[in-house]
């Protein structure tokens, strides 16, 4: 998994046999192989750029002190806000710096969840938009906003994990292929066993003065 591996496969699946929860259970990454940091890396930055600017819009909102239910315009980098909505971002904000911080599966899987409640809060409240359910305080600025986050969240969460052509040194796709995973493992250590032998037998002869054959 350390070697890159620049193969595709054009008929996998996109999810395992075992279905996504079984995804979940076999692929774990090791951020010291360098296939596995780089999926982590994404997951990191896309949860730390979420968390930042729903941590800095909630401060914001309560440091203007309004109120916790209230129904009135009050914006805050032209979003619409409440207490309550305020209240939320902060919390939803310090669990993608949590995300950001742990990184590999958890940050994927907590951008995808996160993304996926992005969406639908954007349905949800351009439902009840101009009722009194809408409780959060939304405009349609905070809809369009809502599913922005949501599809970025979506997209940051699943990369490289949900594509039909990953490469062969992806921890995802080893997860849905163990046994073809074993064996062009095997077939490495093997070349690699090969080349070093090769590479002491020349060694070997330099030291006793002996000329390599020449094609």
Same mark, same amino acid.
Request: charged share 20%; hydrophobic share 40%; net charge positive.
């Given at each position: ?27 774990? +990454? ?18 730390? +750029?979420?968390?930042? !600017? ?22 805050? !980098? ?7 909505? *305020? !209240? ?5 904000? +310090? ?12 940050? *994927? ?11 639908? *809060? ?14 959060l305080n939304f405009r349609i600025s905070n809809v369009i906003f809502s599913f ?7 997209t940051f969460g699943m990369y490289g994990r949900v594509s039909g052509r990953l ?49």
């Amino acid at each position: 998994m350390t070697t890159s591996y620049s193969r595709y496969s054009r008929k996998e699946p996109r999810v395992p046999d075992a279905g996504p929860r079984g995804l979940l259970r076999q692929a774990k +990454l090791d951020e010291h192989l360098p296939a596995d940091h780089r999926l982590s890396l994404v997951y990191r930055i896309g949860a730390g +750029l979420m968390g930042i !600017f729903l941590v800095v819009f909630g401060v914001l909102g309560l440091t203007a002190q309004i109120a916790f239910w209230t129904t009135e315009e009050n914006t805050v !980098f032209g979003l619409n806000t409440n207490g309550a909505l *305020s !209240f939320l971002s902060i919390v939803v904000g +310090l669990a993608l710096f949590a995300g950001m911080i742990r990184g590999g599966n958890f940050a *994927s899987t907590l951008n995808i969840a996160l993304g996926v409640g992005f969406v639908l *809060s954007g349905f949800v409240h351009l439902a009840v938009l101009e009722t009194g359910w809408n409780i959060l305080n939304f405009r349609i600025s905070n809809v369009i906003f809502s599913f922005a986050v949501g599809v970025a969240l979506l997209t940051f969460g699943m990369y490289g994990r949900v594509s039909g052509r990953l490469p062969h040194d992806n921890p995802y796709w080893q997860a849905r292929h163990p046994g073809q995973a074993e064996q062009e493992q095997r077939l490495r250590h093997e070349a690699r066993e090969r080349q070093r032998e090769l590479m002491d037998a020349r060694h070997g002869r330099r030291e006793r003065g002996v000329s390599p054959p020449r094609n």
